[in-house]
């Protein structure tokens, strides 16, 4: 088992303006980005900055104008040019533009400038293909239908974000509790994507059991990770994609309704027909006598001694225990009684 820090990241380092509240408010965001955005497709000897007074630089795409830049885009444009950022960022707008003219490349394959109501969001070489956030937040709609973001971090943050550069989700299903090696675990996921090349499109399938505030996800297993850049090969990324959520959720029912019956199970088999023939059961299954007999005391109040009232009643007394240590061992102790039912 291992612990998960990604969302517990994201947690601390989104701002405010970039948290949602739900998946829905989360798409309307994103697809409100997509339907103002769009691509101009330019020769690089036709993109040209230009200076806008004293204060601001501005890209010429051709004939269709001249936009502000974000700072990921001017990062972009900067690494075309082959020109320090920072250098840049202490010249004046039209020395700034004079630089530019002399080092952005000038070949004959368009560039990509993707642009949103009047800023450029990043410019690309022809060999980027875009997956948009908002596309793929209507897949995770309709194939997570069950999962939602986890209980809000300690700053209130509750795992959905969406910003200029990027995309980022955590889902946890909180129903869809089941059994691997004796033990309950639930299924999540994060997912993450950039529209503008920030990072590569992602997602990262598990099994965990706890959740803290901090979004740090405890005790993961069957942890399943994916990435892939932008590339041509995009639409076959996302079918992945899409592919290992369905796989999640298919396992996710086939374990709850196995975890069900197994339930279900021990509400009705009994470990014994009297006390004495439980509590050396329960010795065998390593529960100390005295701690037996207290269960058998707790568990007689349901009329039988079933297997889900004997680890119902050690579990709660498990919490009594002084260390931790002592209380997560008796409670595999307890748990491990579901294996007796065949």
Known sequence: MTHLTQASKQLFRRSEDERYPSLTELWQYCQQQKEGSQDHWEQPSRIV???????????????????????????????????????????????????FGETLPCGTKPLQVFEQNGRIRSIHT?????????DLL?????????????????????????????LFVFMIDPTGWAEIDGQAFAPGFFIWNSEVGRRSIGIS???????CQNHI????????????????????????????IEGL????????????????????????????????????????????KRALDVAKEQGRFTVFAVVDALT????????????????????GLLSLIA
Not at 53 to 60: A, F, H, Q
Request: charged letters at 30%; a negative charge.
């Open 205 to 211: 399938t598990f099994w965990f059991q706890a959740v």
């Open 316 to 335: 709660r007394l498990t919490q009594e225990a002084k260390f931790a240590g002592d209380r997560t061992d008796a409670d595999e102790k307890a748990a």
């Open 138 to 166: 209507t897949m995770l709609r309709e194939f997570a239908t069950d999962f939602q973001p986890p209980q809000a971090g300690s700053n209130g943050a509750t795992g959905l974000y969406a910003g200029e550069q990027d």
């Open 126 to 134: 022809a060999s980027y293909t875009r997956l948009f956030n908002a």
């Open 49 to 99: 900055a230009k200076p806008d007074g004293i204060e601001r630089l501005l890209l010429g795409v051709g004939t269709d104008g001249a936009f502000e830049m974000t700072d990921w885009s001017f990062s972009q444009l900067c690494r075309l040019a082959g020109v320090s950022k920072d250098t840049v960022n202490r010249l004046s707008p039209e020395t700034a533009s004079r630089v």
């Open 249 to 292: 959720v298919a396992k996710r029912d086939e374990r709850r309704d196995g975890f069900v019956r197994v339930i279900r199970q021990a509400m009705t088999k009994t470990l014994g027909d009297d006390a004495e023939e439980v509590l050396k059961q329960l010795a065998k299954s390593g529960i100390p006598r005295d701690l037996g």
């Open 217 to 244: 996800v405890w005790d993961a297993v069957e942890v399943v990770d994916f990435t892939r850049k932008h590339t041509a090969n995009m639409h076959e990324c996302f079918a992945e994609v899409r592919r290992l």
